[in-house]
């Protein structure tokens, strides 16, 4: 062979050499980038720029809390690994905070992915597969940092101190945060970050914790958490926003009370039952006796959709089937043949009725003495009162439920006059004073 040929042959087997070579550098370069094994960045915000040091842990670092790497604070609550190169296996992991490793179990349980080592139970890790990337991740919880703001209309402007509590706080009165007064009725709080867990919980004002479960039993949705006897709590489930609610009620302050006045002369009781109180006579409220052979119901918040009621007479259900066979419309809950049940709406207002009948309740007045002749009426009324005090100059103050004085006048004709047209529906407290003598008279406004 010539040397020609012998040239030839090398210049060619260098080129194949140098092809091999490159295609191995290249296949281990994929190799390497599918591997990922370049850097790994885990991006952890910790919901606060007040951290001292975070750092993490995991098997690489035999769960040592002092042994895994410690992060880069970058100023805005947020702090930086940088793990050169990248793990060549994937990675279970957690991240310290001051000396406190975030526990992710409740957010598993509550549907959370960001720790898929886990047994729901003991423990819940996180866990980085190789090739996946870079990492952002929030400590301690699978959510992003955000604030739960709670908003309460205590439907006054006279509390004092409002506060929420529940588990969180194990049920004390004064362990949970204090709202801040916004100045018209309304209360704040704000939980910064909003909490990781669903959260169940009830308001305290003035000391006072709300109590739901009679608006549960009218049909209330507030208070999910009940058996319709004993508790009634508030429920706020990860990831469903702020929230505005009425302290111990179901529907808004400006929601009506119902009003129901029935005719029932020589009762000794009176009652209402329906499907809220699963028909049994002894869960519905009872009426007041008014004295005058009417009885009130005063329901307190309306609930917050239809209410179907029968009324109960010295523990005797009122049969209104033969009144609507009558032609009667007080019970449009029938069959005309087993069954004629009363309903309430919202848009009803006032309900003035008959037991066992669909007649209305007329009443024309109800007098009340005071060592003489004291006349108020009529009551219930739905537009102006009368009093008539026969030889006395008296003074006169109107409170509604809360105390509050709405109406004050003074008469030395022995006569006076009140227009309640303009407030709305419900029980309030007249108060009747005269020669240092005072007596307060129930006063229904329809």
Known sequence: ???????????????????????????????????????????????????????????????????????????????????????????????????????????????????????????????????????????????????????????????????????????????????????????????????????????????????????????????????????????????????????????????????????????TSVKLTGPNWQWNPNFGPSAVNNGNGTWTFSISPAPNDTLEYKLIKDGIFEDLIPAMLSGGTCAPVTDYANYANRRWLIADGAISNTFGSCATCSVTGINENINGSLQIFPNPTNSNVKIRYSNKSFKTKLLNILGEVIIESSSDNFEDELNLSNFASGIYNLTITSNNETKSIKLIKE
């Not at 406190?100 to 349980?109: F, G, R």
């Not at 886990?118 to 996946?132: E, F, H, I």
């Not at 959260?199 to 958490?225: F, H, R």
């Not at 006897?229 to 009370?257: E, L, T």
Request: net charge negative; charged share 15%.
């Open 1 to 267: 062979m010539d040397k020609k040929n012998l040239l030839t042959k090398g210049v060619i087997m260098s080129i194949i050499v140098f092809s091999l070579i490159t295609l191995n550098l290249n296949a281990q370069n994929n190799q390497a980038k599918e591997n990922n094994l370049i850097d790994l960045v885990i991006n952890v915000d910790v919901c606060t720029t007040t951290a001292d040091t975070v750092r993490i842990t995991g098997p690489f670092w035999n769960w040592n809390p002092n042994g895994g790497p410690l992060g880069t604070n970058n100023g805005n609550g947020s702090w930086s690994f940088t793990l050169s190169p990248a793990p060549s296996a994937d990675m279970e992991y957690l991240v310290i905070v001051d000396g406190v490793q975030e526990n992710l179990i409740a957010d598993m349980q509550n549907g959370g992915t960001c720790a898929p080592v886990t047994d729901y139970a003991n423990y819940a890790n996180r866990k980085w597969v190789v090739g996946s990337g870079d990492i952002n991740i929030i400590y301690d919880r699978c959510v992003p940092c955000s604030n739960l703001v709670i908003n309460v209309d205590v439907c006054t402007t006279t509390a004092d101190t409002v506060r929420i509590t529940g588990p969180f706080w194990g049920w004390n009165p004064n362990g949970g945060p204090l709202g801040t007064n916004n100045g018209n009725g309304t209360w704040s709080f704000t939980l910064s970050p909003a909490p990781t867990a669903d959260m169940e919980y009830l308001v305290i004002v003035d000391g006072v914790q709300e109590n739901l479960i009679s608006d549960m039993q009218n049909g209330g949705t507030c208070a999910p958490v009940t058996d319709y006897f004993s508790y009634a709590n508030r429920k706020w489930v990860v990831g469903s926003g702020d929230v505005f609610i009425s302290y111990d009620r179901c529907v808004p302050c400006s929601y009506p009370n119902i009003v129901i006045t029935t005719c029932a002369p020589g009762a």
